[in-house]
């Protein structure tokens, strides 16, 4: 069965310190690897984007990492802003006859003053 | 560009009665989709359109659900009747012709629906 999960659910930290979400993933056959931000109210917003060749790519501050053996992703955001306050949504896309993207729930990430 | 625009941000409505949403994809985009987010389910597709044709409606839940994309520019997603289990948000998106696959969707911010 085709299931993407993130951990932790929820997470609390303080401003100016980094954190490392993580995704694992079953989806198979595998074609990328997607890293949404939603903030509260909006819609998702694309950071980052990998395909099974890559494994590693950056969008300012936010780093993906994919592990495509292990069928596991992490998102580390380094020196945390308050405006990092969102969810973090890992998206993964099948490939062949299973071209559909496939959602995780989220981790809520809470950056406090 | 104003990206993708939907209409309305809010709607609440009694059991019963009949639900459009809107949506304005960002110009040039072949692909719209059509989502629904839930704390419990998270982001579900619920149908998409290449090239105004629809491609996949497979996650439309019943009947009562409709969509329709008779340009490149509008689209809208019917509920009718609508019940109280279809509260969620409703999110439209976009993506280029690159691929839907391989190419970033750019989402609108949502039409929060509560049906009392």
């Known amino acids: 069965k085709n299931q993407v999960e993130q951990s932790p659910q929820s997470l609390i930290i303080l401003e100016g310190k980094n954190c490392t979400l993580q995704c694992n993933y079953t989806v198979s056959p595998f074609s990328n690897l997607r890293w949404y931000k939603q903030d509260t109210g909006r819609g998702p917003v694309s950071l980052t984007i990998?395909?099974?060749s890559e494994n590693t790519k950056s969008n300012g501050r936010y780093t993906a990492t994919l592990d495509a053996d292990t069928k596991q992703s992490s998102l580390h955001i380094t020196a945390s802003q308050l405006s990092d306050s969102a969810s973090y949504i890992c998206v993964v896309g099948g490939a062949g006859n299973n071209r559909k993207l496939i959602w995780g729930l989220g981790t809520s990430l809470a950056v406090n003053p | 560009d104003a990206g993708v625009i939907q209409s309305p941000r809010h709607e609440v409505t009694e059991m019963g009665q009949e639900v459009t949403l809107r949506c304005k994809p960002i110009?040039?985009?072949?692909?719209l989709f059509w989502y629904r987010q839930t704390m419990m389910r998270g982001l579900e597709l619920l149908i998409y359109?290449?090239?105004?044709?629809?491609?996949?409606d497979s996650g439309m839940p019943e009947d009562r659900f409709s969509a329709k994309m008779p340009n490149a520019s509008f689209s809208t997603l019917k509920i009718q009747p609508s019940e109280p289990r279809d509260s969620a948000v409703y999110f439209c998106a976009s993506s280029s012709s690159l691929g839907s696959y391989n190419s970033p969707l750019h989402f609108g911010n949502g039409t929060r629906l509560t049906v009392t």
């Open positions: 359109f290449n090239n105004n044709v629809p491609i996949d």
């Open positions: 990998m395909t099974f």
């Open positions: 110009s040039g985009h072949d692909y």
